[in-house]
């Protein structure tokens, strides 16, 4: 008898994942909320891209974070500084966030107060993507750093992804990143993904990504 | 009917992979090959350190390379440029290799043949250090890039590796790394641990990390 019941709780994970997603994105829509789910590797710099892009989007946004790590609170305390609410998700060694996760976090904050939620995702480029959370957009971060192969050799985040940042793009000359090669494969992958190159140290290409976080929060919400 | 033998079969699987971590290693023991599991972030530089230590070790070890990937095999083109058998895993979309898939790309190997496998596991902090595929070490990549509080965020990698190799570090001037931390948080997770630091474009460290990998290969192997 355990058996079966072990088997129709990890039915019911499934059904209630994307069950989840559409009742957060219930919730979500009837706040008036836009949700942007942040992802990428581990250090491409998506904690980093938030701590300058607060700034610009609390002047005319009520926002608050999601913040998924394994089982810190290293990143929520950067944005917590930045003067937003803040929630940590600690997955307890599971490297992607699912739509419970995001659901309960959310209720630490005032939703009737709140336009727009961004939930930066436990650092992996495999698995996060997988998961739908009750966001609007996924937005994916590649560093120059990791390598331009990337976008063939983890398709699933790029595929999914509004928009991809293109970051620590004031490193590109000390690294062997072949910036035609990557608009190439993007092509390929999704061709109608919006891509931004930002430099977080070089404060490069951050209000163009702002500006555009901005419309399309106004897109939905005006 | 149908339920109870699903559940049957996630038991199965979680018994196989240490039966077959076992079996693996009696099996790579008993041919007297070492085994070296390689992990990292993506685009932490993995192939690239492979691809320098490569001309080293093959002078003196005939050695054969694993690569796992999700979709593709551009890894193991370039590592097959290096003149050494390749077997390619691909997992279609899993975020790490297990005992079984390590086990069949060795298939492709004339085992009596080889004294030493480095297998390159998937890109991912997270997922590849739960699993044991019948290695005798495990070897952990950070980059400089990926920032030094990569440690305390995805312990369990850097606590199961034998040594960590810092890559990159000809690019530590232009990031926000902090070595100190680094070097404090490790003799927190795992003071045991070996640190090699190496940079592939300007071949910083590779001799140190090649001469080690040797000795560890004499220790098993004499």
Redesign the interface.
């Known amino acids: 008898m355990n ?2 019941s ?3 709780i ?1 039915i019911d994970m499934l059904n209630t994942n994307e069950e989840i997603h559409a009742e957060n994105k219930d919730l979500f829509d009837g706040e008036g909320i836009f949700v942007i789910n942040l992802m990428s ?3 491409s710099g998506k904690t980093s891209i938030l701590e300058k892009l607060i700034p610009k989007l609390k002047q005319t946004l009520n926002m608050a974070v999601i913040e998924g ?4 609170t ?1 990143d929520a305390e950067r944005i917590e500084a930045q003067g937003v609410p803040v929630a940590q998700i600690n997955t307890a ?3 992607y966030l699912d739509g419970g996760m995001v659901r309960e976090a959310s209720l630490n904050f005032d939703l009737r107060e709140i336009n727009l939620i961004i939930i930066e995702n ?6 996060p993507a ?1 998961f739908d959370i009750g966001e609007d957009i996924k937005l994916c971060v590649l ?1 120059v ?3 331009n ?2 976008p ?5 985040m790029f595929k999914k992804s509004t928009a991809i940042i293109l970051n ?1 793009i ?2 590109i000359g ?1 690294t ?1 990143f072949v910036e035609d090669e990557f608009y190439k494969d993007i092509k390929l992958i999704n061709d109608k993904a919006k891509i931004f190159k930002t430099s977080c ?1 070089k404060n490069l290409g951050i209000d163009e990504l702002s500006e555009w976080i901005l419309q399309e929060v106004n897109k939905k919400l005006r």
Chains 1, 2 share one sequence.
């Open positions: 058996e079966i072990e088997i129709n990890s590797a581990p250090g790590d394994l089982y810190t290293k060694g599971l490297c436990v650092g992996c480029l495999v698995s997988e560093s750093t990791e390598g192969d990337k063939l050799k983890y398709p699933l620590k004031d490193l000390f062997d140290t």
